[in-house]
């Protein structure tokens, strides 16, 4: 199970990776670089984590497991609460010109927010590991002795 959560994390680590470098393929841009932002220090903060989990398990997994949530929970306020519950036409405008250069795989909207394809993908591999780590969290539950 521990694999699993690894392929995850490091499915993850590598998508997010492209959003310090920034990707485009021809004329279309995955993601913008942006390592000089807050997205740079949530990049370091996930490795690091992420590098205690791999060698060693016990306690480490539940920091991890806490920080997907939070990135989770993050970008769901960052997107698709606007998406399930619309937003202001201030609010539109602006999400649609910070991201009028990146892909959509759904073209944008100016009713409500659409995430460009590559937040899409982050989303879903977020989601996935933090399923994969809960599921991991959950099943090796080790009851830890107490001193009294």
Same mark, same amino acid.
């Given at each position: 199970?521990?694999?699993?959560?690894?392929?995850?994390?490091?499915?993850?680590?590598?998508?997010?990776?492209?959003?310090?470098?920034?990707?485009?393929?021809?004329?279309?841009?995955?993601?913008?670089?942006?390592?000089?932002?807050?997205?740079?220090?949530? &990049?370091?903060?996930?490795?690091?984590?992420?590098?205690?989990?791999?060698?060693?398990?016990?306690?480490?997994?539940? /920091?991890?497991?806490?920080?997907?949530?939070?990135?989770?929970?993050?970008?769901?306020?960052?997107?698709?609460?606007?998406?399930?519950? &619309?937003?202001?036409?201030?609010?539109?405008?602006?999400?649609?010109?910070?991201?009028?250069?990146?892909?959509?795989?759904?073209? /944008?909207?100016?009713?409500?927010?659409? /995430?460009?394809?590559?937040?899409?993908?982050?989303?879903?591999?977020?989601?996935?590991?933090?399923?994969?780590?809960?599921?991991?969290?959950?099943?090796?539950?080790?009851?830890? /002795?107490?001193?009294?």
């Amino acid at each position: 199970m521990k694999k699993s959560c690894m392929v995850s994390i490091a499915l993850l680590f590598i998508w997010f990776s492209m959003d310090m470098t920034g990707f485009s393929i021809g004329n279309v841009t995955l993601v913008e670089a942006a390592w000089n932002s807050i997205d740079g220090v949530w &990049g370091l903060i996930f490795l690091f984590l992420s590098i205690l989990f791999i060698i060693k398990d016990t306690i480490e997994k539940h /920091p991890l497991t806490l920080f997907i949530f939070v990135w989770l929970v993050s970008q769901y306020f960052s997107h698709w609460h606007y998406t399930l519950f &619309g937003a202001s036409d201030k609010k539109i405008n602006a999400y649609n010109q910070f991201f009028s250069e990146t892909y959509h795989i759904i073209p /944008p909207s100016h009713t409500v927010v659409i /995430p460009d394809f590559y937040h899409i993908v982050l989303h879903i591999f977020i989601l996935s590991t933090l399923s994969c780590l809960t599921v991991f969290c959950v099943y090796n539950r080790k009851s830890v /002795p107490r001193n009294i």
